[in-house]
């Protein structure tokens, strides 16, 4: 098995210092849930995998899990050899099935799961070390795009990308056709993407999933508040902030807030910040989309649909596209 970490860093403590610091002091202030996953961050957020609330992770999973033949013969139609890329892959749970399913059919492939987060990517390659041995795995730590570019420059096969659990739905609209539009230049022509959408459903069930009564998505966003105070000498007070939660059906805007209980001061990395009562820290976006949401984002960004699959609730979609 060839089995390494590629860790190609463009300095992620002085990144996180200074994003930190520019989302404190605009209006209104945020901070980005791309920070929310340290040891114990990627650990809360397994938590809320497993929670009955989190549907997302159970529709995703019944597509891999009992759809597995069908969603290899969308995304790799040929047997050639190509490299699979996952970004943000977390603890691959679902795309596991896909994998086992690849190597018992011995497909000639890599495996290159992308995570900002060392420590899961560390997991990971213990878990499929074990789990599937005739894997071939690079793991590559750091930023989406910077470690699709070291994946390109490491090798000029095929790539088939996977960009599961919604991820896209962590950033606005905007941003997503953006990333979309970028995804589609790093690629070459027949390279495929597989990118998994949460769908517009009943309202209620969707800010269930995002507003737990035993309180572990509270603690997932208060968790980057402890990783503040740790790695930028910050001082934020836990039990001085509180979590909120709101889903608008119309735009399919799900919103996490922390609510600032008082009128406080926090130092950070040298630096003062006020929050007043009740003064709110955006901390993520989980945006919902319509299958036409779907359409124009893979359309304006250059891609062509080549098809997708639903779990059985219809709840949740894979989306192929293909570069022209
Ligand atoms: C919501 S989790 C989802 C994990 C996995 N895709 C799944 O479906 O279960 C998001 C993962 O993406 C990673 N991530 C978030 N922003 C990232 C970025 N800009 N570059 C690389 N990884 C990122 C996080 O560290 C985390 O492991």
Redesign the pocket.
């Given at each position: 098995m060839l089995n390494q970490n590629l860790h190609v860093k463009n300095d992620p403590a002085e990144n996180f210092r200074k994003d930190v610091l520019e989302g404190l002091k605009s209006n209104p202030k945020r901070l980005?849930?791309?920070y929310?996953?340290d040891k114990k961050?990627?650990r809360l957020?397994q938590e809320i995998?497993a929670m009955p609330e989190y549907y997302?992770?159970k529709c995703?999973l019944d597509i891999f899990k009992n759809k597995t033949a069908e969603l290899a013969q969308l995304i790799i139609p040929e047997n050639e050899p190509f490299d699979l890329i996952?970004?943000?892959?977390?603890?691959?749970?679902?795309?596991t099935f896909l994998l086992q399913y690849l190597v018992e059919k011995e497909m000639d492939f890599t495996y290159m799961p992308?995570?900002?987060?060392g420590n899961?990517l560390s997991i990971l390659k213990d878990k499929l070390s074990t789990q599937l041995p005739a894997l071939q795995i690079i793991g590559l730590e750091?930023?989406?795009f910077e470690?699709l570019q070291k994946a390109a420059s490491l090798s000029s096969r095929k790539k088939v990308i996977?960009?599961?659990?919604?991820?896209i739905g962590?950033m606005s609209l905007e941003e997503a056709e953006d990333f979309c539009f970028n995804l589609n230049k790093n690629l070459s022509s027949g390279d495929v993407v597989l990118m998994?959408f949460d769908l517009k459903k009943n309202p209620q069930l969707i800010l269930d999933a995002y507003n737990d009564k035993a309180g572990v998505t509270a603690a997932f966003n208060l968790n980057l508040l402890s990783r503040i105070n740790r790695e930028l000498n910050g001082n934020f007070k836990l039990d001085q902030f509180q979590h909120y939660e709101t889903y608008d059906p119309e735009s399919g805007a799900c919103k996490s807030y922390l609510v600032s209980r008082m009128n406080q001061n926090v130092q950070i990395a040298n630096e003062n910040f006020v929050f007043e009562e009740n003064e709110l820290i955006d901390m993520e976006i989980s945006q919902k989309f319509s299958a036409e949401k779907i359409r124009e984002l893979g359309m304006k960004s250059g891609f062509k649909a080549i098809g997708e699959i639903k779990d059985s609730k219809k709840w949740f979609v894979d989306t192929a596209w293909q570069v022209k």
């Open positions: 980005s849930s791309k929310f996953y961050g990627d957020f995998m997302l992770t995703e996952e970004l943000g892959v977390g603890d691959a749970m679902k795309s992308i995570d900002i987060s899961i750091g930023e989406y470690m996977l960009f599961l659990g919604s991820n962590n998994g």
